[in-house]
């Protein structure tokens, strides 16, 4: 996202440049031969990551080519039409929470004070320590008929069921509501992250040019952060298309409940695969428009001379409004939601999760968070690396496929690599039982190498995309500057690049951690022998109806979501240029 | 390099072990869809009593299956369970299990509770009840499923998902009763009677009777009797004026469901597995079905747990689990048609 670091490498860079918001043309390539030894490896290896990442999606992908008996026309006629409008309304309804919720807030605690300034700063990010399906539970139990507010507003009030409206909690809204603000954080961080790097020049220059803040906002700030909040967005509408655990527990018929329930249910892949190839184009279509808009209008900082931003002191209304609008978000996504599990802990007689029980849900759940994040950082900084100034329409391709899995549902993940370590298994064990007669049965399959490459696929993008990002922000010249002085391409990744994304790339780990920590349908489906994390746990006890059951291991994964979330609060705010 | 060399190993290992660690010898390895978080006792008897170690992944049951389906024949599950009669069959159906004799299993298990063929067998049983308020219902205004669908109950039904493995089971019973177009219109029926649209799970039907939502909820008995047999305050309140009624099909009693397992046709521990249901179906772990799930232990040589033998004997559907399980397909096209969501 942003490097502290970036104003204190002396460069070219700080000489007089252009005007702010043109783009600095990059200097053509100094040389073209044909590719050398370490470029041809690089290929490989980049070659090889993509392959590996769409496996699991092609061999779902292959499953569409067949016959489906029948079952599309049923679809057709009765649930399909309403999986694709719900899935629709959902995104729609959850890019407008996250996107109003993500950036207003980003822009309020970044250009102004008011009283809890500080404190929201940081606690706004809280949510993402929230999986949407702990939220689900929360406000089924807080909200349900039976719920603890609708009892008190009947005993207040004597009126009774029917005659007066309350919002379903089990509905479109609420799936809405739930995953708005449960991932609004993700537009939040990167706005925040964006205008906080902002040149105050530009915000002075468009000021002393005669723009209202307000304007200022609307014609230089938000164009500025334009990429930083369209990832946001983006990620947000992956994690809404890809959730599984919300709709299905709210019982919300949407795309991926409908594939989940053509694949498992009726078991008819191929439909379920044809459902799931269909999803996979449209992300890609709106993945590859986002990218080529975002081509059209780059705008990019130039100036790296950053001052402290001047906060304007906000009063009275103006002050109260913006605590309040600063307070929802939060309260909506993090503060409610836990209180309500904790009375639920407290409420909850018996059947409860023993102590050591719970220790063991927690280290198996941090170590695939460890394990995990680790390979799909490393796999993302290679890929990265690989394609970086990639010109070629190949390797931005490869950097968009790549980045599918994070909007594909985990079930079709899960399913794409039981499909794809089935068949590696089968080749292994053929190839073991000519050469050395020896009988090895499965491999790969069953242990955790099976959900670390679930995890993989999944959250590659949610690596990859800020560390692009933070890529992008490193000027060219530093690496044109490193390229002159003879440093390989090894080197400049060492000595340049890494440490100028230092702290994206913590940030980075750390998401992948949490999402990993959270993750719900892959996991499931591929764990290992005795193996169970404290997602799994809580989802299984919620849909056996033991929901106060799964208040604990709910927020203990809120917990261990937690501690990344606060050092991921303590990174933004260092994360002030000029301020390292 | 050699540090970072070994670094890698270590991450190789700590990825690989559990796999190791499953090919371990005298053991059993089970898929498991049923969730309690007591479960454990269970195997920990098991170990006990044979030595076999237990190794347990437990999911959704359809998860379960599809994963057996592509993990083909290195598949290392022996046994799967599952929560549903409708599962068992459709496991069958894709050859997931190998037929087993044994002398313990045929006489404990009753004909209409197994399959046919051996493939499967049930563990304990759980019935497909009604739940009423004993002032708002008339115990002489319920009989069947079937009367349900009455414009008497119009209004007053509290039901689950139609795409919910326990309702497509009795759809299929229907279906076997009245025939597909019987068992369309008393859907229908269901649908124009429901006091709210399908929202949340069996307990949730029974809460709601509870708070005057509607009049009759439909659940599996465990559901009420876990309520019954709580100690919580809370939930004593809400059973506190709730009774229960056992509905016939047609005439021919109560549609019960089955919980049970099957042996793996690619077991690589047959013996154990087959150990294993044998070890289920023994009163000691039979117990532990009637006491800490609250379901009706189908071997007759164990008590019931005192809720539910407080609610008396009842006339069971003695349908067998395949054949209605057989019309699933059919009873979920039924259920989109009708608009039971």
Redesign the interface.
């Known amino acids: 996202m942003t490097d502290p670091h970036a104003a204190a490498v002396p460069s070219l860079a700080d000489a007089p440049l252009p005007a702010v918001g043109v783009s600095v043309a990059r200097l053509p390539p100094m040389t073209r031969r044909l590719p050398t030894g370490r470029e041809a490896i690089r290929f490989a290896v980049c070659a090889a990551l993509l392959l590996l990442i769409t496996t699991p999606l092609v061999a779902v992908f292959a499953q569409g080519f067949a016959a489906a008996d029948g079952l599309w026309a ?1 679809l057709l006629q ?2 399909f039409w309403t999986y694709v409008s719900n899935t629709l309304m959902l995104c729609l309804g959850v890019g407008l929470i996250t996107g109003i919720a993500g950036t207003g807030t980003a822009w309020l605690v970044t250009m102004f004070r008011f009283p809890g300034r500080q404190l929201f700063e940081w606690a706004l990010v809280l949510p993402l320590a929230m999986p949407a399906y702990v939220l689900a539970y929360a406000y ?1 139990d807080l909200l ?3 719920g603890p507010v609708q ?1 008190l507003l009947r005993q207040l009030t004597g009126v ?2 029917g005659e007066y409206w309350f919002p ?1 909690v ?1 509905s479109l809204g609420g799936a809405v509501f739930v995953l708005g603000f449960a991932l609004y954080p993700y537009v939040y961080l990167l706005a925040r992250a964006a205008f906080n790097e902002q040149s105050v020049c530009a915000l002075e220059v468009s000021r002393t040019l005669g723009c209202s803040p307000a304007a200022t906002l609307w014609r230089v700030a938000l164009p500025l952060a334009r990429p930083a909040i369209a990832t946001g967005v983006t990620f947000a509408l992956m994690e809404t298309l890809a959730d599984f655990g919300a709709v299905k527990y709210f ?1 919300v ?1 949407t795309y991926t409940t409908g594939i989940y ?1 053509a ?5 008819n892949p191929t439909v379920a695969s044809q459902l799931a190839s269909a999803l996979l184009l449209f992300v890609f279509v709106v993945f590859a428009a986002e990218r080529l808009s975002r081509r059209a209008g780059r705008h990019r900082h130039t100036s790296n001379r950053y001052r402290s931003l001047r906060h304007d002191r906000l009063r009275g209304i103006a002050a109260a409004a913006a605590i309040v609008a600063c307070i929802l978000p939060l309260a909506c996504g993090f503060v409610l939601p836990a209180a309500t599990l904790f009375a639920m802990a407290a ?8 102590t050591p ?1 719970l220790i063991e849900l927690a280290r198996d759940t941090v ?1 695939l968070g460890a ?1 995990a994040s ?1 390979v799909i950082i490393t796999c993302a900084v290679v890929a990265l690396y690989a394609l970086r100034g990639g010109r070629s329409l190949l390797a931005r391709l490869a950097a968009m496929v790549c980045s599918i899995g994070y909007a594909t549902p985990g079930v079709v993940i ?2 794409g690599i ?2 794809a370590i ?1 068949a590696l ?2 080749l292994l ?1 053929t190839g073991l039982q000519q050469a050395f007669g020896i009988s090895a ?9 099976a959900i ?1 490459y679930g995890c993989l696929v999944r959250f590659f993008a949610v690596a990859y995309g800020p560390l692009e990002a933070a890529m992008a922000k490193i000027k060219p010249s530093y690496e044109d500057a490193a390229r002159l002085l003879r440093g390989s391409s090894t080197s400049v990744l060492r000595h340049v690049h890494l440490p100028l994304m230092r702290s994206s790339l913590m940030i980075a780990a750390l998401i992948v951690c949490v999402d990993v920590m959270k993750e719900l349908p892959a996991t ?2 591929l ?6 994390t404290l997602a ?1 746990e809580a989802f ?2 919620a ?3 033991r929901l106060d ?1 799964a208040a604990v291991p709910s927020l203990l994964i809120v917990a261990a979501g937690l501690l990344p979330v606060i050092l991921l609060c303590r990174e933004v705010r260092r994360s002030r240029p000029g301020q390292g | 390099m050699a540090g970072r060399l070994r670094g890698l190993f270590a ?1 190789l290992a ?3 072990l ?2 190791l660690a ?2 371990a010898s005298n053991e059993v ?1 089970i898929y498991n869809s049923r ?1 309690y ?2 479960d ?1 006792r269970l195997w920990e008897g098991f170990t006990a009593k044979t030595g076999i170690k237990v ?6 049951h ?2 379960l ?3 057996i389906l ?7 599950a022996d046994v799967l369970i599952t929560v549903d009669a409708g599962r068992l069959v ?1 496991a069958a159906d ?1 050859n997931i299990f190998a037929p087993v004799s044994s002398p313990i299993l045929e006489k404990t298990v009753p004909a209409n509770l197994r399959d046919p063929k051996n493939l499967w067998f049930g563990l304990a049983y759980r019935a497909r009840i009604l739940v009423y308020h004993k002032d708002r219902v008339v115990p002489s205004e319920l009989s069947t499923y079937e009367a349900l669908a009455d414009p008497a109950f119009k209004g007053r039904i509290l039901v689950r ?1 139609g ?1 919910n493995t326990y309702n497509l089971g009795l759809m299929g019973a229907v279906i076997d009763a009245d025939g597909v177009a019987g068992a369309e219109a008393w859907g229908r029926g269901i649908v124009t009677n429901m ?2 649209p ?7 039907q029974i ?2 009777v ?4 509607g009049d009759v909820a439909l659940s599996n008995h465990y ?1 009420f009797a876990r309520l019954a047999g ?3 305050p ?2 004593q309140a ?1 059973v506190r004026n709730l009774r229960v009624f056992f509905p016939s099909l047609d005439d021919r009693g109560t549609h019960i469901n089955i919980s049970g397992a099957g042996v793996v046709r690619t077991a ?1 521990n047959r013996d154990n597995a087959i150990r294993l249901l044998e070890y289920l179906l023994s009163p000691e772990a039979q117990a532990y079905f009637a006491d800490v799930a609250f379901e009706y232990p189908v071997n007759a040589a164990v008590p019931l747990n005192p809720t539910l033998a407080a609610w008396g004997p009842f006339k069971q559907d003695r349908l067998n689990p395949a054949v209605y399980a057989a019309n699933s ?1 059919e009873a ?2 039924i259920m ?2 009708v608009g039971w ?1």
Do not use: C
Request: aromatic content about 6%; proline content about 4%.
């Open positions: 049923h009765t649930v089924t349900q008929f039976t009892t009774r069921y379903q089990h019982e018929p329930r694949w498992f249910a009726t078991a409420h909850s007689g018996g059947d409860l999760l023993s029980r170590l394990i680790v899960g399913i039981l499909i089935g298994d089968r064990a049965g499965m491999l790969l399959g069953g242990t955790l190498a670390t499931m489906i764990r290992p022998f005795n193996f169970d799994t299984q006890l849909t056996t109806e059951a | 991450l700590a990825i690989l559990p796999a499953a090919a390895n969730h978080t007591t454990t190794n347990v992944i437990s999911a959704d359809d998860q299956i599809q994963r592509q993990e083909g024949e290195n598949s290392p459709f894709k998902s795409t006091a709210r399908p929202e949340g799970g069996d307990t949730d809460k709601a509870a708070a005057g939502l559901y709580s100690a919580n809370d939930d809400i690589k397909a979920a096209n989109d048609r969501k």
